[in-house]
């Protein structure tokens, strides 16, 4: 019992909280993003998936790391522009469309990567991020390995926490993103143009999802593999509800989740094979369940998610 | 200025024009990788072809493949027609096949054949339609949506054979491998042709196709569950009971892809592994999305999947493309046809 305790008093638990949460970071800042705009993006597992893949692929190919990223966010916007040209104009079911996007951009992922890389007992892999110490904050002791001995990616993706919940709090743009998911029909009426804004913040909340992707290839692990981003896509969707479409509450909700996904694989070391190790494997995919249970009377919903917007129509 | 009006019928030609128009596009957006793969594009198509077709053995092979399409992409069908967001095929094919094992063991049910048969696949249904009957709760009594909730329990059902199958369910004889115990002889469909494996699961999927068909064209539930898709606000004010209905259709729409599930352990595999479902779940909601939710379509959709799948299997070796074509392939169709549908469904007026 003490041993289960325990966990929580070791740094090295809380690095790793950090490190599970910069994916879902990203992905639930993208998810949301496309959301407040009235869009439901579902193709957010393919789209982290191809980031994963194309992201490193850049590297291994030559290219800097930073560049893996950008090569990723610009293959993640790509999808977005596919997804919001099918969803925004056409109207079409954004649930069957974003399913169709996840499985699309993640059998392209395969095909390119089984083209590009013939199969071989060992995956090939790339030097991913190093760990960045913050000078002074990384020598404070347990605080400093705990949280301040990150890759660059990781703080980003805190940093755009911060900058998403001041954009859609406080800017124009934010603003309009907001009113064109509530009511698309007023945003036209002041003069915003909604189908525009839609596709851009698709194009923006996908980009940024296939960083998410990158970063597990990059950062996270160093070699790409079929399945690997294994339903982190859909763990975004709901922690999108968890945080009640609020960035700021996004960045906690990904946090808190984390640090299970964290103690479940230092507990399951510690209770050995008295417990099969898939009963604590569930416990993410159960907590998001559980997230979306608790808020979901609860939560703010854009009232135009999921509702096309047609000129004139009503 | 182009405008987009709403057609008040879609013709039969449409519909049928449709699915065709959208896998001609995928072939030709496909042929662009193969292209890329340093292949000849048509040469691969006539390999896929003769890979799915070419021989006694891969046309039983291709119709083995579409029997768990067929069941699967029902299984998407009725519940897309109804709104019910079921995209936890995959889970409940999986739960659906355990169940199977289990029952079908030397340890399950010990009835004759005749019986034993009926009574796995009624087993690998029921487990398939409670996997979906507690999203469906979920959604009537807290306000869940279903999508989310069924898709990660994908996840945690694969992680629960898992468990089964190095567990209580582990086959001692496996030299260690992770695969259930068999299911008895008995337990084994019976073959459809000798020499092959293609089993009566193709004549049960069918069966079941145009059972649904008839149901949904000439009952009062197939009305019902329509209506409920169509406008759940005026089905429920002409007093068709929503939930009832809802529920119906999750017992329906699970206990098909569990029913997969079963079928595919009873026969072609006889025990269950982690793997074997290649995607059946999440392939079924493109079978039932080119088949624009028709359950006869969803016959000639899953034969067209299967054909994709055991062709660049057959493609892949002979000239080097990854398989994985084939998932492109379908996914693009996936698109393409929801591109297709809602032309079809509008007329551009100036």
């Known amino acids: 019992m003490m041993e289960a305790l325990d966990i929580f008093a070791s740094a090295g638990l809380w690095a790793a909280v950090l490190r599970i949460a910069t994916p879902l970071i990203f992905g639930t800042l993208g998810a949301l993003i496309c959301e407040r705009s009235g869009v439901l993006n579902l193709g957010i597992e393919g789209i982290m998936t191809f980031g994963a893949m194309i992201g490193w692929m850049t590297v291994y190919h030559g290219g800097g790391l930073w560049a893996g990223i950008a090569v990723a966010a610009l293959s993640g916007a790509m999808f977005g522009l596919l997804h919001a040209a099918m969803t925004v104009p056409l109207g079409l079911s954004q649930h069957v469309t974003g399913l169709g996007i996840t499985l699309f951009a993640s059998s392209l992922s395969y095909y390119i990567f089984r083209l590009s890389i013939p199969v071989s007992g060992s995956p090939p892999t790339i030097v991913p991020f190093q760990p960045i110490a913050i000078p002074g904050l990384s020598d404070i002791p347990f605080l400093g390995e705990a949280l301040f001995s990150q890759t660059a990616p990781t703080y980003l993706a805190i940093l755009l926490a911060v900058v998403a919940a001041i954009a859609l709090a406080r800017t124009p743009l934010g603003l309009a993103v907001r009113i064109v998911g509530e009511n698309p029909h007023a945003a036209e009426a002041q003069g915003i143009d909604p189908i525009r804004l839609r596709i851009g913040a698709v194009v923006v909340g996908s980009a940024l999802m296939a960083v998410g992707g990158a970063f597990l290839t990059l950062s996270a692990f160093n070699s790409f593999f079929p399945t690997m981003v294994q339903g982190r896509g859909w763990v975004c969707i709901a922690l999108v509800v968890f945080a009640s479409w609020k960035p700021a509450r996004a960045l906690l909700g990904a946090l808190l989740f984390a640090l299970f996904d964290a103690y479940q694989l230092r507990l399951s070391h510690v209770v050995g094979k008295a417990i099969p190790y898939q009963l604590f494997l569930m416990i993410p995919y159960l907590m998001s369940i559980l997230a979306l249970l608790v808020m979901a009377r609860r939560a703010r919903v854009p009232q135009a998610l999921m509702q096309p917007f047609r000129r004139g129509e009503r | ?350």
């Not at chain 2, 999508?147 to 468990?163: C, D, E, K, Q």
């Not at chain 2, 992770?178 to 293609?198: E, F, M, T």
């Not at chain 2, 699970?254 to 392939?283: H, N, R």
């Not at chain 2, 698109?335 to 809602?342: E, Q």
């Open chain 2, 1 to 350: 200025m182009i405008r987009l009006d709403r057609r008040a019928h879609v013709s039969l030609a449409a519909r049928i024009g449709a699915p065709i128009a959208a896998v001609i596009v995928a072939l030709a957006l496909a042929g662009i990788l193969i292209a890329l793969a340093g292949a000849p594009v048509l040469e691969a198509y006539r390999r896929m072809l003769i890979g799915a077709f070419g021989s006694r053995l891969s046309i039983t092979e291709t119709l083995t493949r579409t029997a768990p399409l067929i069941l699967t992409g029902l299984a998407a069908a009725v519940a897309f027609r109804a709104r019910l967001w079921n995209i936890g095929a995959e889970g409940q094919f999986l739960v659906g096949a355990l169940a199977a094992a289990a029952l079908g063991s030397q340890h399950g049910l010990h009835l004759p054949a005749p019986l034993l048969i009926p009574a796995l696949m009624l087993g690998g249904a029921v487990a398939g339609a409670l996997l979906l009957l507690g999203p469906l709760m979920l959604r009537l009594r807290f306000g869940v949506d279903e999508v989310v909730t069924t898709l990660l329990l994908n996840f945690v059902a694969l992680l629960f054979v898992s468990m089964m199958i190095e567990g209580v369910l582990k086959d001692p004889l496996a030299f260690g491998w992770p695969q259930s115990v068999p299911v008895v002889g008995d337990a084994l469909l019976p073959k459809l042709l000798p020499r092959s494996r293609l089993h009566i699961g193709l004549l049960v999927a069918v069966g079941l196709a145009l059972l649904v068909a008839l149901v949904q064209a000439r009952t009062v539930f197939g009305m019902e569950s329509r209506a409920a898709g169509l406008n759940p606000a005026a089905a429920r004010f002409a007093g068709i009971g929503l939930t009832r209905i809802l529920v119906l259709v999750a017992c329906l729409s699970g206990g098909l892809a569990g029913l997969a599930g079963a079928i595919e352990v009873m026969g072609v595999k006889g025990y269950v592994t982690t793997d074997l479902s290649p995607g059946f779940g999440y392939t079924g909601i493109v079978v039932a999305m080119l088949a624009a939710l028709d359950p006869i379509g969803v016959v000639f959709a899953a034969l067209f999947v299967a054909t994709m799948f055991v062709g660049a299997d057959s493609m892949s070796r002979a000239l080097g493309v990854p398989s994985f074509i084939a998932d492109v392939i379908v996914a693009l169709s996936l698109l393409a046809m929801l591109v297709a549908l809602s032309l079809a469904n509008y007329r551009i007026r100036r």
